[in-house]
Nanobody, 114 residues
Framework: QVQLVESGGGLVQPGGSLRLSCAAS????????MSWYRQAPGKQRELVAS???????NYSDSVKGRFTISRDNAKNTAYLQMNSLKPEDTALYYC????????WGRGTQVTVSS
């Protein structure tokens, strides 16, 4: 059974940093495009960042320059380094894996507040 398990969320002050991890029990992990989405209360889920199987990255305008997505194929893990966090970054962050099939994790909560 495929599982994506997110970790690393928590409460952080504005301007702080967090690193999210997504551990995937996927065979052929390296072939999957990996993405991070987030959903704030009362809002639609939105794409935050993605990395293709060749390493090409893409970011939403709201996080460009502050967040960095990466992957370690040897560890079947994707990461999201989040710097200069703002209160508007508060959301439930989900990991997504897509190849011929698509999988979602259950999410990890990120709260940015003083």
């Amino acid at each position: 059974q495929v599982q994506l398990v997110e970790s690393g969320g928590g409460l952080v002050q504005p301007g702080g940093s967090l690193r999210l991890s997504c551990a995937a029990s996927l065979s052929l992990f390296s072939r999957y495009a990996m993405s991070w989405y987030r959903q704030a209360p009362g809002k639609q889920r939105e794409l935050v960042a993605s990395v293709t199987n060749s390493g090409r990255t893409n970011y939403s305008d709201s996080v460009k320059g502050r967040f960095t997505i990466s992957r370690d194929n040897a560890k079947n893990t994707a990461y999201l380094q989040m710097n200069s966090l703002k209160p508007e970054d508060t959301a439930l962050y989900y990991c997504n894996a897509k190849y011929y099939s698509e999988y979602w994790g259950r999410g990890t909560q990120v709260t940015v507040s003083s």
